[in-house]
Protein backbone atom coordinates (compact mmCIF):
# COMPACT_ATOMS: atom_id res chain seq x y z
CA UNK A 1 0.00 0.00 0.00
CA UNK A 2 1.26 3.55 -0.90
CA UNK A 3 2.43 5.55 2.23
CA UNK A 4 1.32 8.76 -0.06
CA UNK A 5 -2.73 7.72 0.18
CA UNK A 6 -4.18 8.97 3.11
CA UNK A 7 -6.70 6.19 4.67
CA UNK A 8 -8.28 8.52 7.40
CA UNK A 9 -8.26 12.56 7.57
CA UNK A 10 -8.61 13.61 10.99
CA UNK A 11 -8.89 17.68 11.94
CA UNK A 12 -9.17 19.05 15.21
CA UNK A 13 -7.46 22.67 16.38
CA UNK A 14 -7.23 23.83 13.06
CA UNK A 15 -4.53 20.95 12.11
CA UNK A 16 -5.29 18.07 9.89
CA UNK A 17 -3.70 14.89 10.73
CA UNK A 18 -3.69 12.42 7.25
CA UNK A 19 -3.56 9.23 8.47
CA UNK A 20 -1.55 6.89 5.89
CA UNK A 21 -0.56 2.90 5.83
CA UNK A 22 2.19 1.89 8.74
CA UNK A 23 4.90 -0.54 8.21
CA UNK A 24 4.75 -1.16 12.45
CA UNK A 25 1.75 -1.64 14.56
CA UNK A 26 0.83 1.75 16.42
CA UNK A 27 -2.38 2.83 18.20
CA UNK A 28 -4.08 3.68 15.39
CA UNK A 29 -5.84 1.92 12.32
CA UNK A 30 -8.38 1.03 9.59
CA UNK A 31 -10.49 -1.68 9.70
CA UNK A 32 -9.87 -5.11 12.52
CA UNK A 33 -12.72 -6.25 14.80
CA UNK A 34 -14.07 -4.37 17.41
CA UNK A 35 -13.13 -5.34 20.46
CA UNK A 36 -15.72 -3.13 22.29
CA UNK A 37 -18.65 -4.84 24.10
CA UNK A 38 -21.70 -3.24 21.64
CA UNK A 39 -24.92 -2.60 23.26
CA UNK A 40 -28.19 -1.39 21.75
CA UNK A 41 -27.96 -2.65 18.00
CA UNK A 42 -31.07 -5.33 16.99
CA UNK A 43 -29.72 -9.03 18.06
CA UNK A 44 -31.23 -9.99 14.82
CA UNK A 45 -29.53 -7.04 12.98
CA UNK A 46 -26.11 -7.34 11.31
CA UNK A 47 -23.24 -6.33 13.47
CA UNK A 48 -21.01 -2.99 12.94
CA UNK A 49 -17.94 -2.34 11.46
CA UNK A 50 -14.49 -1.04 13.01
CA UNK A 51 -14.10 1.73 10.63
CA UNK A 52 -10.68 3.07 12.47
CA UNK A 53 -9.62 2.66 15.78
CA UNK A 54 -7.87 5.85 16.80
CA UNK A 55 -5.05 6.39 19.34
CA UNK A 56 -5.03 10.40 20.76
CA UNK A 57 -1.36 10.19 21.52
CA UNK A 58 -0.73 9.67 18.27
CA UNK A 59 -2.26 12.54 17.17
CA UNK A 60 -1.33 14.26 20.19
CA UNK A 61 -4.71 15.99 20.81
CA UNK A 62 -5.25 16.46 24.03
CA UNK A 63 -8.45 16.07 26.38
CA UNK A 64 -9.08 12.70 24.54
CA UNK A 65 -9.01 9.48 25.94
CA UNK A 66 -6.55 6.74 24.50
CA UNK A 67 -8.55 4.28 22.59
CA UNK A 68 -10.89 6.01 20.08
CA UNK A 69 -13.41 3.80 18.43
CA UNK A 70 -14.61 5.03 15.29
CA UNK A 71 -17.91 2.12 14.38
CA UNK A 72 -20.41 2.40 11.24
CA UNK A 73 -23.40 0.59 9.81
CA UNK A 74 -21.43 -0.61 6.42
CA UNK A 75 -24.89 -2.72 5.87
CA UNK A 76 -27.01 -0.13 6.58
CA UNK A 77 -27.86 1.73 3.73
CA UNK A 78 -27.95 5.73 4.27
CA UNK A 79 -26.82 5.01 7.97
CA UNK A 80 -26.52 7.54 10.38
CA UNK A 81 -25.78 6.56 14.11
CA UNK A 82 -25.25 7.80 17.12
CA UNK A 83 -23.30 6.14 19.99
CA UNK A 84 -21.12 7.13 23.42
CA UNK A 85 -18.19 4.80 24.57
CA UNK A 86 -15.98 4.26 27.59
CA UNK A 87 -13.39 1.98 27.99
CA UNK A 88 -14.57 -0.98 27.10
CA UNK A 89 -18.28 -0.34 25.82
CA UNK A 90 -20.14 1.34 23.15
CA UNK A 91 -23.47 2.07 23.63
CA UNK A 92 -25.59 3.07 20.40
CA UNK A 93 -27.89 5.99 21.29
CA UNK A 94 -29.17 5.96 17.79
CA UNK A 95 -29.19 4.31 14.33
CA UNK A 96 -30.71 4.97 11.68
CA UNK A 97 -32.36 2.46 9.84
CA UNK A 98 -32.53 0.02 12.32
CA UNK A 99 -32.55 -3.11 10.31
CA UNK A 100 -29.31 -4.28 7.95
CA UNK A 101 -29.63 -4.47 4.39
CA UNK A 102 -28.60 -8.44 3.03
CA UNK A 103 -26.98 -6.75 -0.34
CA UNK A 104 -25.74 -3.39 0.89
CA UNK A 105 -23.73 -2.03 0.09
CA UNK A 106 -23.05 -5.31 -2.19
CA UNK A 107 -23.38 -8.71 -1.66
CA UNK A 108 -21.05 -10.86 0.66
CA UNK A 109 -19.85 -7.77 1.53
CA UNK A 110 -16.98 -8.66 4.00
CA UNK A 111 -17.70 -9.36 7.90
CA UNK A 112 -13.98 -7.34 8.56
CA UNK A 113 -12.30 -4.72 6.93
CA UNK A 114 -9.34 -5.39 6.28
CA UNK A 115 -6.51 -4.48 9.48
CA UNK A 116 -4.23 -1.76 8.56
CA UNK A 117 -1.95 0.32 10.93
CA UNK A 118 -1.66 3.51 10.60
CA UNK A 119 0.89 6.50 11.17
CA UNK A 120 0.07 10.20 11.07
CA UNK A 121 1.62 11.84 7.99
CA UNK A 122 2.86 15.38 7.91
CA UNK A 123 0.51 17.17 10.24
CA UNK A 124 -0.75 20.47 8.75
CA UNK A 125 -2.17 23.65 10.04
CA UNK A 126 -5.45 24.97 8.11
CA UNK A 127 -8.73 26.06 8.80
CA UNK A 128 -12.05 24.25 8.78
CA UNK A 129 -12.97 25.99 5.22
CA UNK A 130 -9.93 24.27 3.90
CA UNK A 131 -10.31 20.75 5.19
CA UNK A 132 -13.99 20.36 3.85
CA UNK A 133 -13.63 21.78 0.97
CA UNK A 134 -12.00 18.88 -0.06
CA UNK A 135 -14.68 16.80 0.34
CA UNK A 136 -18.63 16.38 -0.79
CA UNK A 137 -20.69 18.19 1.42
CA UNK A 138 -19.72 18.53 4.56
CA UNK A 139 -21.20 21.32 7.17
CA UNK A 140 -20.19 24.88 6.31
CA UNK A 141 -19.46 24.90 9.91
CA UNK A 142 -16.94 22.79 12.11
CA UNK A 143 -19.32 20.38 13.96
CA UNK A 144 -17.37 19.14 16.29
CA UNK A 145 -14.38 19.68 18.63
CA UNK A 146 -12.88 16.22 16.14
CA UNK A 147 -13.73 15.51 12.21
CA UNK A 148 -12.85 12.29 10.90
CA UNK A 149 -13.47 11.72 7.39
CA UNK A 150 -13.02 8.61 5.71
CA UNK A 151 -12.70 7.80 2.06
CA UNK A 152 -12.89 4.85 0.43
CA UNK A 153 -9.26 3.47 0.38
CA UNK A 154 -7.85 2.67 -2.93
CA UNK A 155 -5.33 0.55 -1.94
CA UNK A 156 -6.84 -1.26 1.52
CA UNK A 157 -7.38 -4.17 -0.36
CA UNK A 158 -11.26 -3.93 0.02
CA UNK A 159 -14.09 -1.68 -2.02
CA UNK A 160 -16.19 -0.09 0.64
CA UNK A 161 -18.89 0.87 -1.27
CA UNK A 162 -18.42 -1.27 -4.42
CA UNK A 163 -16.93 0.37 -7.23
CA UNK A 164 -20.05 2.70 -8.37
CA UNK A 165 -19.79 4.10 -4.53
CA UNK A 166 -15.87 4.23 -4.22
CA UNK A 167 -15.85 6.06 -7.50
CA UNK A 168 -18.67 8.63 -6.03
CA UNK A 169 -16.20 9.29 -3.28
CA UNK A 170 -18.41 8.69 -0.52
CA UNK A 171 -17.06 9.14 2.50
CA UNK A 172 -17.62 8.23 6.10
CA UNK A 173 -17.80 11.51 8.71
CA UNK A 174 -17.62 11.64 12.41
CA UNK A 175 -18.06 14.06 14.63
CA UNK A 176 -16.95 13.68 17.55
CA UNK A 177 -17.04 15.17 20.92
CA UNK A 178 -14.04 14.53 23.05
CA UNK A 179 -15.29 15.09 26.69
CA UNK A 180 -18.22 13.62 26.39
CA UNK A 181 -16.84 10.72 24.32
CA UNK A 182 -19.67 10.57 21.80
CA UNK A 183 -19.72 9.66 18.42
CA UNK A 184 -22.09 11.12 15.30
CA UNK A 185 -21.39 9.80 11.96
CA UNK A 186 -23.03 9.60 8.59
CA UNK A 187 -21.67 9.42 5.08
CA UNK A 188 -21.46 11.80 2.32
CA UNK A 189 -21.20 11.99 -1.33
CA UNK A 190 -20.66 13.90 -4.50
Known amino acids: MPVSEPIIRAFCNNIEYP ?24 KSSTKLHQIARLHCSQLDILGCIND ?18 TSREITIDSISPRVASKDWPYEDYPALLPFVPLRVAKKQKMNWKRFSDRFWNLPERQPAELVVVVP ?17 EVSIVFECDLSSQKVKAYNVCS
Open 19 to 42: LVASTKHTGCFFGGPIEWKVKGIP
Open 68 to 85: FPLVYGMRFSGCQIAYRF
Open 152 to 168: PPATAGVSVWGSSGDAE
